[in-house]
């Protein structure tokens, strides 16, 4: 059998579902043959895009959070989605072509999108939110693997076969899920003192300079250690934390570690991706929740705080 795993490197949780799915087939039956494809690896696509969602997510969030709601509502296809879906279902059918999948596996709403029975070949996806919103629906989708109720409820609402939608929750690494947790300082420092690890996501947004400000003014000993993603300025404006005081504070930039770092975390700040929280819920890790992006993340955080995994912090 041959599995294609189609992803978009917009933030790393879809990237990081493709990767968990591979390694769970590959233990499976290590005669699969996969191959992970991203859709935006062109990189001047890549720019383009990933520019475009972080001015506006970052400058004008509440824009960003009144199109989420609006386009809830109407989902007629937006100029820029139609052109995406066009050039992505190019792309899916080159990967039929070079590669000759026996299916796809889309973990981003692109590929979902833009795909159509007439590549002849069967496709499943796997919504990486807690949250629904109808860019992830298309109907000649062969199948549907979901995080909870609500999302397979939505799917029902539009009419798709329950008999092809998977209620199984979100796919993470092993390496999440085991080993014990171990209660270890990442830099040599007493062992009383507890280390926060503070993440930003894979593209590291977020109010990371202000959580930094607030745990400055705690009279408690702590480590700091923030993650500061593929986000390469202000990995060098953290980095001046460091320089400051290295016994409290360690900045890194995108790192492979992140279930080691959670097993040895106390606590976690971060935004809410549905992957890291997720996967800070299998290693046991306190979380609390703030700046969520509007929208998704913001939905994210409603369940998963419903639940009981997390505490969402509206104010520094």
């Known amino acids: 059998m041959r599995l294609a795993i189609v992803?978009?490197?917009v933030g790393q949780g879809h990237n990081s579902v493709a990767?968990?799915?591979?390694?769970?087939?590959?233990l499976e039956d290590p005669n699969i043959k996969i191959k992970i494809f991203d859709v935006l690896d062109d990189s001047r696509v890549y720019q383009f895009f990933t520019n475009v969602y972080l001015q506006v997510i970052t400058k004008n969030p509440s824009i960003y959070s009144k199109i989420f709601y609006w386009s809830q509502q109407h989902q007629q296809a937006s100029s820029?989605?139609?052109y995406l879906n066009f050039v992505c279902f190019k792309t899916l059918k080159k990967m039929k072509q070079s590669f000759q999948p026996d299916a796809f596996i889309f973990t981003h709403?692109?590929?979902?999108?833009?795909?159509n029975a007439t590549i002849k070949i069967p496709a499943w996806t796997?919504?990486?939110d807690y949250s629904y919103h109808p860019i992830w629906y298309n109907s000649d989708i062969t199948g549907y693997f979901v995080a909870n109720d609500h999302l397979q409820n939505q799917l029902l609402k539009n009419k798709y076969p329950i008999e092809s939608i998977f209620n199984t929750g979100l796919p993470i690494k092993q390496s999440f899920t085991t080993g014990k947790k171990v209660y270890k300082p990442l830099i040599q420092y007493p062992d009383t003192h507890p280390l926060i690890l503070i993440m930003g996501g894979g593209l590291g947004i977020g109010a990371l300079n202000s959580i930094v400000e607030k745990l400055e003014t705690i009279d408690f000993p702590f480590q700091g250690l923030i993650v500061t993603g593929k986000n390469e300025r202000l990995y060098w404006e953290m980095k001046k934390l460091e320089n400051r005081d290295s016994k409290k504070w360690e900045i890194i930039s995108f790192t492979n570690e992140i279930p080691s770092l959670m097993k040895k975390?106390?606590?976690l700040i971060t935004k809410a991706g549905a992957i890291t929280l997720t996967e800070a819920q299998a290693c046991e890790l306190p979380t609390i929740i703030y700046n969520p992006?509007?929208?998704h993340e913001e939905e994210n955080a409603h369940c998963v705080?419903?639940?009981?995994w997390a505490t969402w912090a509206k104010n520094s």
């Open 7 to 9: 992803t978009a490197s």
């Open 19 to 26: 990767l968990a799915l591979q390694e769970a087939f590959q």
């Open 80 to 82: 820029i989605i139609s």
């Open 109 to 115: 709403p692109i590929p979902t999108n833009s795909y």
């Open 126 to 128: 796997i919504i990486t």
């Open 265 to 267: 975390a106390s606590l």
């Open 293 to 295: 992006i509007p929208g």
């Open 305 to 308: 705080c419903q639940q009981g």
